[in-house]
């Protein structure tokens, strides 16, 4: 009999846990709410957004952000076209905090095109945008973010910013503050 009730009371839990889930999910969406984004560390694996190239246009024309490429196109398969097909929407969301809270004009030059290096947190997996050089962002990632060496800023959100030569490879484990 104790085996039964164990039984019961775990699978009751289970189903509980589920329907919660449900409802939370339901519920986030309902009110336009963005799901949990994984981060680095994170124990448990959670939802990642993707959006299209053109939802992510339009949230990037939307804050006044503009985008360009070498090639003058936006196939994801192709290295020098500027491609959003795939990006997090909190990646999206952490270029729109880093213009407002800037207040620089933002140009991105990479986004989830083919032709940057592998990994999970990568350009390709849409955790990544490069941007061009400004002195105006410069200026605010080097004065705003703390330095952690090898030309690399840490946001308190967790961002990380990376001075290459001719950009700034930011990497987005999520919205910056949204």
């Not at 909190?90 to 991105?108: E, F, M, P, R």
């Not at 400004?134 to 090898?150: D, H």
Request: charged share 15%.
């Amino acid at each position: 009999m104790r085996k039964f009730l164990v039984r019961s009371f775990v699978a009751g839990a289970i189903a509980s846990l589920g329907v919660l889930a449900s409802a939370g999910v339901a519920s986030a969406s309902a009110d336009g709410a963005d799901p949990v984004f994984d981060q680095p560390g994170a124990e448990v694996g959670a939802m990642v957004t993707k959006l299209t190239h053109s939802q992510a246009t339009s949230r990037l024309r939307s804050s006044g952000i503009t985008w360009s490429s070498s090639g003058g196109c936006s196939d994801r398969n192709r290295p020098n076209c500027t491609s959003f097909e795939q990006v997090n929407l909190a990646t999206i969301q952490g270029a729109q905090t880093l213009k407002s809270a800037s207040g620089c004009g933002l140009n991105v030059t990479g986004g989830t095109e083919t032709g940057h290096a592998s990994g999970t947190y990568s350009h390709w997996n849409g955790y990544k945008l490069d941007f061009s050089l400004s002195s105006c962002l410069t200026n605010y990632i080097k004065g705003n973010f703390s330095a952690i060496g090898g030309n690399k800023w840490k946001a308190g959100s967790g961002n990380i910013y990376y001075l290459e030569s001719n950009h700034w490879d930011v990497t987005f484990y999520n919205c910056g503050g949204c």
